[in-house]
T-cell receptor
């Protein structure tokens, strides 16, 4: 039972490069989420998708775009990476009124 | 703006001690409060609380919610080194189509020493 799978696990980018983080879930959940986690800041919501075909901004959406490709997959794109986007990124999914389940994260460094 | 404050931010105890972690919140259209444990990777779900005064238990861990005073506590009895982790508190409010946005606190880092 894979749950929430994120790829890649680690990535180093140069400033200005673009990158797409992939997330897939096999729990038939309607809702999917992207968070970033920074030291001393906790987890902050970037974007979420309540259901297939919809996406909405969270607390810190600037510099990111998302695509809900189908019910299973939700990707996060950095069009022009900046050092301030160095972080650990977590994808999560949930069923209706159910707790969110998280992937193992992508550690992203931007030089 | 939703707000979740956890205390203490860090805590060091000896094996066998009992600890209490605190979480206070301010949120519009509150739905639930969740506790997660984060070791090296993904946060893992512990409890979801929606009603005041009903204690949830899982082994040595328990949690309770007070919706009048807007706080929750997480208790861990007879702590073990495997309890060392960051404990995250989060609150949800409905955001359409059954999805629930989570607002997290900064976490409490618990270290249990032998």
């Amino acid at each position: 039972n894979a749950g929430v799978t994120q790829t890649p696990k680690f990535q180093v980018l140069k400033t200005g490069q673009s990158m797409t983080l992939q997330c897939a879930q096999d729990m038939n959940h309607n809702s999917m989420y992207w968070y970033r986690q920074d030291p001393g800041m906790g987890l902050r919501l970037i974007y979420y998708s309540a259901s297939e075909g919809t996406t909405d901004k969270g607390e810190v959406p600037n510099g990111y775009n998302v695509s809900r490709l189908n019910k299973r997959e939700f990707s996060l794109r950095l069009e022009s990476a900046a050092p301030s986007q160095t972080s650990v990124y977590f994808c999560a999914s949930s069923g209706i009124s159910q707790p969110q389940h998280f992937g193992d994260g992508t550690r992203l460094s931007i030089l | 703006e939703d707000k979740v404050v956890q205390s203490p931010l860090s805590l060091v105890v000896h094996e066998g001690d009992t600890v209490t972690l605190n979480c206070s919140y301010e949120v519009t259209n509150f739905r639930s409060l969740l506790w997660y444990k984060q070791e090296k990777k993904a946060p893992t779900f512990l409890f979801m609380l929606t009603s005041s005064g009903i204690e949830k238990k899982s082994g040595r861990l328990s949690s309770i919610l007070d919706k009048k005073e807007l706080f929750s506590i997480l208790n861990i009895t007879a702590t073990q080194t495997g309890d060392s982790a960051i404990y995250l508190c989060a609150v949800t409010r409905a955001s359409g189509a059954g999805s629930y946005q989570l607002t997290f606190g900064k976490g409490t880092k618990l270290s249990v020493i032998p």
